[in-house]
């Protein structure tokens, strides 16, 4: 048994932005055993599966004033508590990883309570009440953003980026991609994260034949959500719902418009894309305008409140933009200096560190 891998147990659920950071970080731990803990009907059902054991447990977020519903989800973290325990203890874990969201909750809470050491990843410049609240539960804080410190003030936290998808760090993913685009020409990506944007994408419609008109050719990945879908048609336009080599996609673009998630920001930085920001603002205490501060201070990007802007304001801001080619690749460049192309390795340094030690 002298030999017998390390178990860890990570618990990552929901959405891209935490799923695919702790993938990253998996696959930097090859010489571990590695199980997942997630919830059914989540991302995680379709990305884990295939690669690690998934573990599911029935829990959800306090979304209300505290009420009969809050006791019924109160009852079901009780109950998740323990059920974490169980898996824990007779997997004989040696560490639990999460990447925050309601799930980390019960993780944190029924490792500590087995003593065992727990490595907590934030990856937006704001932590949410759950990092907040767990932070100094934890044995390490790691955080995407250096902003995040000030936040957590009793919790040990380690600056290590956000981790992105193993397609974004390999340049061979670029000649993979098969859209009709053709060599030369300035190309814009609308995307809205793994929700995809609704709002956005209706601006986005209204401003782009003065794109065209100027010879830009734009991507457009509306999300599987979007009732007006289908209603623009032009040779110069290539609407999808997702595409799945966004690495290279986004080394081709030009310009990018986007929401202001910490995974969706990861992955421009690492491209080095300049980039319109449009944070969701029904996110939780307005996160992702924290994250594209981040990105506006350091001259990478442009904010727009999605309430303040115009679809005038819009097609001008991205014509501006194309018509100065210099201002692009400072804004890139600036973009690139954000990153943290080995943040996986990172993260599976300070997790080698805390669950070894």
Request: net charge neutral; hydrophobic share 45%; proline share 6%.
């Amino acid at each position: 048994m002298a030999n017998a891998p390390i178990k860890l147990l990570i618990a990552a659920s929901g959405t891209g932005g935490h799923l695919f950071p702790a993938i990253a970080l998996a696959q930097k731990l090859p010489d571990y055993e590695i199980e997942w803990l997630g919830v059914p009907n989540r991302l995680e059902t379709q990305l884990v599966p295939k690669q690690y054991p998934l573990n599911t447990i029935a829990v959800e977020g306090f979304q209300q004033g505290f009420g009969f519903a809050s006791l019924r989800v109160l009852g079901k973290l009780t109950g998740s508590i323990i059920e974490v325990r169980r898996i824990l203890r007779q997997g004989n874990f040696q560490g639990v990883v999460t990447t925050g969201g309601y799930i980390a909750g019960p993780a944190v809470i029924a490792a500590r309570s087995l003593g065992l050491p727990v490595v907590f990843h934030e990856s937006n410049a704001l932590p949410g009440k759950v990092t907040r609240f767990f932070g100094p539960w934890c044995t390490a804080m790691a955080l995407g953003f250096a902003e995040a410190a000030k936040y957590l003030p009793r919790a040990k936290n380690v600056c290590v980026g956000t981790p992105v998808r193993s397609q974004f760090l390999d340049q061979a993913s670029d000649a993979s991609l098969d859209l009709a685009i053709p060599d030369g020409v300035p190309l814009i990506v609308v995307f809205g994260g793994s929700q995809g944007a609704v709002a956005v994408n209706k601006l986005v419609r209204q401003s782009a034949q003065a794109w065209f008109d100027a010879g830009a050719y734009v991507v457009h990945l509306t999300g599987d959500r979007d009732p007006d879908a289908g209603s623009l048609k032009h040779p110069q336009y290539l609407e999808l719902p997702f595409y799945d080599n966004m690495a290279a996609l986004l080394r081709r673009s030009a310009i990018a418009i986007s929401r202001s998630g910490a995974g969706s920001l990861t992955e421009l930085a690492v491209c080095g894309v300049p980039a319109i920001l449009i944070p969701y603002p029904f996110a939780a205490e307005d996160h992702q305008s924290y994250n594209a501060d981040v990105f506006t201070k350091a001259g990478a990007a442009l904010m727009f409140k999605q309430s303040e802007l115009t679809a005038q304001k819009l097609q001008s801001q991205v014509l501006s933009l194309l018509q100065s080619p210099a201002e692009l690749t400072k804004m890139g460049e600036r973009a690139k200096a954000i990153a943290v192309p080995d943040s996986a390795e990172k993260l599976a340094s300070l997790v080698r560190e805390v669950v070894e030690s």
